[in-house]
DNA sequence: CAGAATAACCGCCAGC
DNA sequence: ACGCTGGCGGTTATTC
């Protein structure tokens, strides 16, 4: 059941438009970060307001009804206004168009998602302007929109606060970004933790490392010690070094470290390491002391630590599942994984 | 697995 | 005042 947000949060108001033939997808994806507050954030978390045309219930692709509770004029008000894609050959109401214009002349954050990229084209608010949709509609798109700079290999881009975001999935990394900017990187790992481990994609990812960790472009000092880390991963690294690589102190190394990333050098450095070693036990039949040696874990018992924390079982286990998946006829499932004795 | 040695992390504060 | 840096010392995490 979609419903708005309570009277609670008091933070950045957001509205998602509600439109027939609309991917339930989509606005779950808007549903479950804004409209749903991560632990402890409850009073500061967004408003979200679901708005239709009409408010009522709002037929969707794949046969379910939703209810909108609001209509344009909340929609147009919101500091952050988004629309999630659907079937794009659905033409875009003339009163939603308008109330498009209306709110990014009121200086709103605009967002689409997938084909709700359309929409801003129809409405104008694309001319000039780079954007991205879906790849299989981005010949449609350019061949409608003229004046959109249509991007085709971008997950989501950014111009002018108008942002727009390529598939479906996209536009989960898209809003995560609008997480970043509103409440930091910290905020915005937390949330990725709080969707990568929902159940129902355990099937799919189970050996998914989180590492959401975007390093802010505008520090180079940072990132560039980020990337020499990466590339001597087997080198045995210490915070004073990557300190010494940014040309900054260490306290200084860290605040920076923490404020663009939302993590610590050092737990990051170790994730790197265990994400780097997954290629070596799929691949190779090094041993683990030399898989541990390779991403630069001077012992293995500590490699075996922390990849047993990471990845949740230990690095022969998973060598082992590995093998076994590539042999069986299809992919299981990590419960299947796990009831067969692993 | 416990626990000691070591390193990382972070609040505080002074100084630029 | 404001924001950023970096040293000090205590707490937490890692390593073995």
Known sequence: MI???SAGPTGPTVSALLHDDMSAFELGIVTEIFGFPLPGMEAAWYRLAICAERPGPVPILGGATIRADHDLDVFASAQTVIVPGGDARSEPADAVLEAL?????RGSRIVSICTGT?????AGLLNGKRAATHWMLTDLLAERFPLVHVDSSALYVEEDNIFTSAG???GLDLCLHLVRQDFGPSVANAMARRLVIAPHREGYQPQHIETPVRVDPE?????GSMMWALNNLDQSI???ELAGRAHMSTRSYLRQFSRSTGTSPISWLITQRVQASLPLLENTQLSIEQVAARVGFERAITYRYHFRRIVGKTPTAYRRWCRSE???AGPRSLEQCRASGD
Request: net charge positive; charged share 25%; glycine share 0%.
């Open 168 to 170: 479906s999935a996209s």
């Open 238 to 240: 210490n915070v004073d």
């Open 219 to 223: 520090d180079d000092r940072v990132a």
């Open 3 to 5: 419903t708005t947000a």
């Open 118 to 122: 359309f929409a801003l084209a129809a």
């Open 101 to 105: 214009r209306v709110a990014r002349r």
């Open 326 to 328: 590539t042999a069986a």
